[in-house]
């Protein structure tokens, strides 16, 4: 059974940082690619980042320069550093993955930016 459980989320002021983790299991982590979602109400899940197998990390351009993904395969977590918070960021953020085909989801994780 796969499963993803996202941590970290939280209340930050604009200009500050949050680290958000997610740990998988029920998956062999170190071949599948990840990524991080958000979602605001009324509106579509935005893909933010996406971490490859080699550690190849791609970003929508909102988040460029600002966000980092990465990964530790040992630990089976994926991570997403987030500086220089906006208010705009404020969102659900989600892990996911593909595994034989079916989408995957942690549960979210609620980060809420103040101006």
């Known amino acids: 059974q796969v499963q993803l459980v996202e941590s970290g989320g939280g209340l930050v002021q604009a200009g500050g940082s949050l680290r958000l983790s997610c740990v998988a299991s029920?998956?062999?982590?170190?071949?599948?690619?990840m990524a991080w979602y958000r979602q605001t109400p009324g509106k579509q899940r935005e893909l933010v980042a996406t971490v490859l197998l080699d550690g190849t990390a791609n970003y929508v351009d909102t988040v460029k320069g600002r966000f980092t993904i990465s990964r530790d395969n040992a630990k089976n977590t994926v991570y997403l550093q987030m500086n220089t918070l906006k208010p705009e960021d404020t969102a659900v953020y989600y892990c996911?993955?593909?595994?034989?085909?079916?989408?995957?989801w942690g549960q979210g994780t609620q980060v809420t930016v103040s101006s």
């Open positions: 996911y993955t593909k595994h034989r085909g079916f989408d995957y």
């Open positions: 029920g998956i062999i982590f170190s071949i599948k690619t």
